[in-house]
């Protein structure tokens, strides 16, 4: 089946770092968002992107929908111990099997103050 | 509040005792879906639903059944449950509204069969 590969799978950063994962999928999807996860919760949603190209930003993300529509990023700025979670990408093809939305394996935050 | 609930939080239970793990949501969205949670798998879907009385399979079906009678509701039914079902299980909801908002997730339910 289709497949998205998230990377990094952790990260160790010192408070006020920049962040930056991504999101690659052998696939074409017409819809990218990213989820964070902080423990015994379910994934929220931090940013969706619907356009080839699309940068968007949420606070102190930013995440880009590649313009092959087969990938993406998430960057986060001056990072801060809240920040701490894990984040998941996700992708769909909205009109067409528009309930199978698919997660990559996550990128675990750790934010040492 | 506009939420998505799932009960129970904690379930442990035995081989091949039949299970059900209720959802519900608030928002009268159209499309629910079910996703397990394993270490170093990410989420995985099993089933998911477009609206009342259309479901279809995720990526991980088997062991598992789902209905969709009602608008607000969509039950995970595991009718023989393993070990190897062991996990976090999240129900999911959305709202189409001309494009996908992305799911709304609800807490979690954590299974364990013994």
């Known amino acids: 089946g289709q497949q998205l590969n998230q990377s990094p799978q952790s990260m160790f950063i010192q408070e006020g770092e920049d962040v930056s994962m991504n999101c690659t999928s052998s696939s074409i999807f017409n819809t990218w968002l990213w989820y964070k996860q902080e423990p015994g919760e379910g994934p929220v949603l931090l940013i969706a992107l619907y356009k080839a190209g699309e940068l968007t930003s949420n606070g102190r993300l930013t995440a880009q929908f590649g313009i092959t529509r087969k990938d993406s990023f998430l960057n986060i700025s001056a990072s801060i111990p809240s920040d701490v979670g894990i984040y998941f990408c996700a992708a769909m093809n909205y009109g067409g099997s528009q309930g199978n939305l698919i997660f990559g394996k996550g990128t675990k935050l750790s934010v040492k103050p | 509040e506009a939420q998505v609930t799932q009960n129970p939080r904690y379930l442990i239970t035995v081989t091949g005792k039949k299970l059900t793990v209720t959802c519900s949501q608030n928002?009268?969205?159209?499309?629910m879906s079910w996703y397990r949670q394993d270490p170093g798998l990410g989420l995985r879907q099993i089933y998911y639903s477009m609206n009342v009385e259309v479901t279809d399979k995720g990526d991980v079906p088997e062991g598992y059944k789902v209905s969709r009678k009602e608008k607000r509701n969509f039950p995970l039914i595991l009718e023989s449950p393993s070990p190897n079902q062991t996990s976090l299980y999240f129900c999911?909801?959305?709202?189409?509204?001309?494009?996908?908002?992305?799911?709304?997730f609800g807490s979690g339910t954590r299974l364990t069969v013994v």
């Open positions: 999911a909801s959305s709202s189409r509204q001309g494009t996908l908002y992305g799911y709304t």
């Open positions: 928002m009268n969205h159209e499309y």
